[in-house]
């Protein structure tokens, strides 16, 4: 198991826009594939939560991304072709900053051009939780966190606060 250690706000790795990935038989690139995976598992184990992962949080500046949930497995140069008009807002969390929730606005459908494992290209289109959770990591490997997109300032709160608020209230924020 390749489980790698995730990289937290502040680190200037989070920033940078990741190089496309040109081989994709590469040891390098099946090596980033596997260690997205294990640490995805493992965060998962611990934490009890978490859908994706993406290249740039364990190190590597390669634009990889790697999903479990509705679409399993790696998707390799994602780029955003079509986004919806509408929105939606919710409260969103990240691996590289676990303790805090952000409010944000994500569209409600995106599709995405990417290439598989084999190099293939492929197209998803997605809505709901998955436009969602794909716009988070593509984020990512364009250097962009989830944090950069809050409402204003008054939108992130810790993970802590946000549970004790809504068991105070009975309903969500």
Known sequence: ??????????NPALRVRCKPVKSFDSDESRGTIR??????ADF???R??????AAPQIGSLSRVIYLDFEHHGPLINPNIVRRSKETFRLWDDCFSFPDILVKLARHTAV???????????RTLDARGALSEL???EIDH??????????????H???RSEYEQLTRKSGTAL
């Open 1 to 10: 198991m390749a489980v790698r250690k995730i990289l937290l706000l502040g």
């Open 35 to 40: 260690d997205l995976a294990d640490t995805l």
């Open 44 to 46: 998962r184990s611990r």
């Open 48 to 53: 009890g939560f978490g859908r994706g992962i």
């Open 111 to 121: 599709t995405v051009s990417y290439q598989d494992a084999a190099g293939e290209k």
């Open 134 to 136: 794909l716009q988070h």
């Open 141 to 154: 490997i364009d250097g962009i966190l989830a944090i950069d997109r809050a409402v204003d300032s008054r």
């Open 156 to 158: 992130i709160i810790l």
